[in-house]
């Protein structure tokens, strides 16, 4: 079994829903993130963090995958002032509803001031909510953005056991570690991180508290990287054990914290009924045998 804790499954086909069950994935993690073009108003935001929540759950249960997602406003968008305050005026009765596992994702983009006003203002409100958070780490100036992030976490009175950073590096690792946080790693075909460097960091600074996902989005990235990896891991001598903590067990305990999501909900799942409709609409088209019972 394996979780995909940052997969932004909007930006994917159902094709990719069934060929991550068929892999072994049990639960995906679907972060707000920027959608490739900038929001214009509140409304799109409001639809668009409805969507995660409501379709996207629906989409991924049809093929027995259990679907949480993080709500936030983006790095990116906090840099539009008017977007923001209005986004943030919504973000407080969007985050206590059923299946959120954090705030997220969050953190610098460029490392404006507006960016670090909108990063600590969600902060508070993770606190305020107990939720976990999830920290985007910026590509460039990425060290910096990462110590600057943790150094303002600390600073606002949340735990790192609380807080994941993801897309972590061979640069960023050691402080995120040293300092008490989860370490999550990015597995893209071209960049960020790759598979064969995740076998090195783990075998260099062990499997304790280090998060392996796909992060896969409308970009050249792919949904399956959480079981490729294990594969690999486990093919450069990695214990099963070490394994089943960077694919699974860490996400699980990082988000387990929201209280959202425990493994009862998919060792004891509902049987899959594809017969089921969601505002009037099946994600199967005509001539397709539904599938009823439970996943395999």
Sequence with gaps: MFI??????????????EAMARSGVVAVIEPAFWIGQARTNAGSYKDYLSHILGFERFRAGQFGIRHYCCIGLNSKEANNEALAEAVMELLPDFATKE????????????????????????????????????????????????????????EHGIAPSRVVIDHVNEETIKEVKDRGFWAAFSIYPHSKMTAERMVAL????????????????????????????????????????????????????????????????????????????????????????PQVGRPD
């Design 4 to 17: 995909d804790p940052h997969a932004h499954m909007i930006s994917r086909t159902t094709d990719d829903y």
């Design 99 to 154: 299946g959120v596992v954090a705030i997220g994702e969050i953190g610098y983009d460029e490392q404006t001031a507006l960016e670090d006003k909108y990063f600590r203002l969600q902060l508070d409100l993770a606190r305020e909510l107990d939720l976990p958070v999830m920290i985007h780490t910026p590509h460039r100036d990425k060290k910096r953005g990462a110590s600057r992030s943790m150094d303002v976490i600390i």
């Design 202 to 289: 783990v075998k260099q600074y062990g499997a304790e508290r280090l998060i392996v996902d796909s992060a896969c989005d409308w970009g050249i990235s792919d949904p399956l990287s959480v079981s490729k990896t294990a594969s690999l891991l486990a093919d450069q001598g990695i214990s099963a054990d070490d394994v089943r903590l960077v694919t699974y067990a860490n996400a699980l305990a990082a988000y387990g914290q929201s209280g959202q999501m425990t493994e009862t909900d998919w060792l004891s799942p509902a049987p899959i009924d594809q017969r089921t409709l969601y505002q009037g609409n099946s994600v199967l088209r005509g001539g397709q045998t």
